[in-house]
């Protein structure tokens, strides 16, 4: 058998693929091996790997000639592979793996405490400042020897690598081992990965020969962790396993801003994991509230649930809830539409708890706004036990539930004595959102009021099975939508004559059969349902553009954040640009006398951006005729002798095509880090305010070839309508100005 081993190039990458292929080749001289080297998108991407996420990074290409057959087996690093494998490709069982532990590279003799040590991870940069307090941290990426070779030419007090990686190479290095108490290392760190398809029964044979079960056992109880706490580059984690006489003992470590530790002995790999990740969740996480919104209007909202929106941190909210609720959530509450409508969920039930779990780690307060009573037919309790398994703490919060308030909303009552003397309230649907099993017979005989919710495409059926076990044709049957709300619609019969009746109104809508039906007062009020809109934004705070949109439904996405990035500049520039109030902020945060530029010309791409500016008391000197960077540069005048410095993030835009025009100097003061964006299903139209927003979006949704055919997309300028293009979006609006004004007037043409 010719067996093809693929791998990366790396001089550690090949000499651990030899390694593997020099073990086969010795015990199973019958067949052929061949090492195939396979470029990777993370030996080209030399971005932090906080920016650009390191799950998959290192292996994509690898694992599809895997899947194709071009490859039968790949060697990698057990760290560089995320928990959840592809379709179709397995592990071997751990081979015994290396010195796990983590080095510090000396540059110098004496280590300076208060100099520079570069490293490419966060996890690191986080323990190594915690163990150096005046220590400066770096970034830095490339292969080991590159890694070597930047600490020379920069002059480094040290460099953090792994022990294994030194050891493999037979480096001659001065170095310092670091500690589990000083340094958790990476989990699975030192283990190799043999992933094969998992059709190829005869090779995983072959190579499972050589398991080291211990090894096999840390790395199991590692790489569980890794996956029960759904973890990704942007947040440090690590852990190391260690097996004594069948007992797993297991250091974990987790954290945002902040690290946390758990520790855990047992004897199964995935309890143990499964009880350290709960622990640390225990220590870091903030309290969740599952909380009732009531049904249609603010007036509906109990004192203990607008209290607990006011605090909030962060709000995921449903389809259902008053949206007038959200305008009392303070300024930087982050707020995330998580509605389900029939057929069309925007998040799946398990990525709506995972949601849950992610931002309790991240805030003090966090909001499961639910429109009803959570406990009814509100997957309250599921959201619950969810959050038990994990460890988060949390509390009920009661609501007004549909079934009674929408009856009482046009005097239905549920109850009156010699009339009806309680009520059921069913569901129509399952949790697979199949038809219920409902005992029709035990309700056709009952006495009481009949409350059917989450039943409209059934109601008919309901009505027949309801007839068809003895109850009298001309029981009073309602249907009642959007109870509570200025677009309710009601319809109402008898369950003989809404057999060959239309159905008149829309869903959501609850069914109320009974004598008290006909107590009702109708309420004949129109449809007149708000448009909904979804909109892209930078950062937590709400968008200023939401707020002019306030006739609309407006579900607010953050898809990036701002980090401010310390700056120094060795002179006083003629023209300082400014393309967005980041840059503005930026320049402020960090600036030790506004005084010192006095003769200084700011130039700003827009009203808003010089309506910002003023904030701090300078006026903008200059503002373009058109709001966008291409007028900015074309209409500005500057002389050949004239010192320019552009305020903006550390990417490279348009305005960058000045450095061949004068003495330009870029100053990088923000980042614009991508967030975690739960997977979408959009159905409604699009706000895009910049060209970044488009790609990060529109790469996060799971529906985006229907969206490209069907979905409408709202531009705020020529940069983002070209953004969309590229991604063949074909219902492109684009607003005449770029600016939240010019984009509110053609919204409310086209969806008026």
């Given at each position: ?335 995330i539409y998580v509605g389900k409508a029939s057929h069309n969920h925007t998040l799946k039930q398990n990525q709506i708890n995972e949601l849950m779990v992610q931002k309790a780690l991240q805030y003090n307060i966090v909001v499961r706004l639910k429109g009803g009573d959570p406990f009814v ?372 043409h086209h969806e008026n």
């Open positions: 058998m010719h067996i093809k081993v693929g791998t990366r190039g790396s001089k550690l990458a090949l000499i651990q693929t030899h390694t593997v292929v020099d073990v086969l080749e010795k015990a199973y001289p019958e067949h052929q091996f061949e090492i195939v080297v396979i470029h990777t998108q993370g030996d080209s991407n030399l971005k932090p790997l906080s920016q650009i996420g390191g799950n998959g990074l290192f292996i994509n290409e690898i694992e599809q000639q895997l899947l194709d057959g071009t490859i039968q087996m790949a060697v990698h690093s057990m760290k560089d592979l995320p928990c959840q494998l592809k379709h179709g490709l397995v592990l071997s069982k751990t081979w015994k793996r290396a010195d796990n532990h983590d080095v510090l590279i000396l540059n110098h003799e004496n280590f300076n405490e208060k100099g520079v040590v570069a490293t490419g991870s966060i996890r690191r940069k986080k323990q190594i400042q915690q163990l150096y307090k005046d220590i400066e941290v770096v970034d830095i990426r490339g292969n080991v020897d590159t890694r070597l070779k930047k600490m020379k030419e920069q002059d480094l007090e040290g460099l953090i690598l792994a022990k294994a990686g030194i050891e493999r190479l037979n480096l001659d290095v001065n170095y310092k081992e670091l500690p589990y108490q000083q340094m958790i290392p990476s989990c699975c760190q030192g283990a190799l990965a043999i992933e094969l398809r998992e059709d190829n029964i005869e090779l995983l044979e072959m190579v499972n020969v050589f398991c080291d079960e211990t090894s096999d056992l840390e790395i199991q109880t590692e790489r569980a962790f890794l996956k029960e706490m759904n973890s990704s580059c942007q947040n440090p984690i690590g852990g190391y396993a260690k097996v004594e006489k069948g007992q797993i003992t297991f250091h974990g470590l987790f954290g945002l801003d902040h690290l946390y530790t758990a520790c855990c002995t047992g004897k199964d790999p995935e309890q143990v994991a499964r009880q350290v990740a709960k622990d640390i969740r225990k220590q870091m996480s903030g309290m969740v509230y599952i909380t009732g919104a009531g049904p249609g209007n603010i007036g509906n909202v109990t004192l203990k649930a607008l209290e607990v929106v006011k605090k909030a941190d962060c709000i995921l909210y449903d389809r259902l809830i008053p949206q007038e609720l959200l305008k009392y959530t303070k300024e930087n509450c982050e707020c037919f509100g997957r309250g309790y599921e959201e619950v036990q969810y959050l038990r398994s994990k460890g988060i703490p949390y509390e009920i919060i009661s609501g007004l539930s549909s079934s009674i308030a929408g009856p009482g909303s046009i005097q239905i009552p549920l109850t009156h004595r010699n009339v009806s003397n309680g009520f059921h309230v069913i569901t129509a649907h399952n949790s697979k959102g199949e038809y219920m099993d409902i005992d029709f017979e035990s309700l056709s005989k009952s006495k009481e009021t009949l409350v059917f919710l989450m039943g409209l495409k059934k109601v008919k059926e309901i009505a027949r099975n309801l007839m068809r076990y003895g109850m009298d044709e001309n029981m009073p049957i309602g249907i009642l939508s959007n109870v509570c709300m200025e677009s309710n619609q009601n319809q109402f019969s008898t369950l003989k004559d809404i057999q060959n009746e239309p159905i008149s109104v829309s869903s959501p809508a609850i069914i109320i059969v009974g004598k008290c039906v006909s107590y009702h007062q109708e309420n004949s009020k129109l449809y007149s349902g708000k448009t909904e809109l979804v909109l892209p934004k930078i950062g937590k705070q709400k968008s200023r553009l939401a707020a002019l949109l306030d006739s609309y439904i407006v579900h607010e996405i953050m898809v990036s954040q701002i980090e401010m990035i310390p700056y120094k500049i060795k002179e006083i520039p003629d023209i300082i640009l400014f393309t967005s109030q980041y840059g503005i902020d930026g320049f402020f945060k960090y600036i030790e006398d506004i005084r010192k530029y006095s003769h200084t010309k700011f130039a700003v791409v827009g009203k808003k951006s010089a309506q910002h500016l003023k904030s701090y008391g300078i006026q903008a000197d200059f503002i373009p005729s058109i709001y966008n960077a291409d007028t900015l540069l074309n209409e500005l005048i500057i002389n050949s002798d004239q010192t320019v410095y552009y305020f903006s993030s550390d990417k490279k835009d348009e305005i960058d095509q000045l450095i061949d025009k004068c003495n330009y100097h870029k100053v990088s003061v923000y980042r614009n880090d991508p967030c975690l964006i739960p997977s979408m299903n959009v159905k409604y139209p699009v706000i895009f305010t910049c060209a970044n927003n488009v790609s990060l979006f529109l790469n996060s949704i799971s529906n985006l070839e229907e969206f490209k055919e069907k979905g409408v997309a709202y531009s705020i300028g020529k940069k983002t309508t070209e953004r969309l293009k590229e991604f063949g979006v074909k219902h492109i609006y684009e607003a005449k100005q770029a600016s939240y004004e010019s984009l509110k007037e053609l919204i409310c």
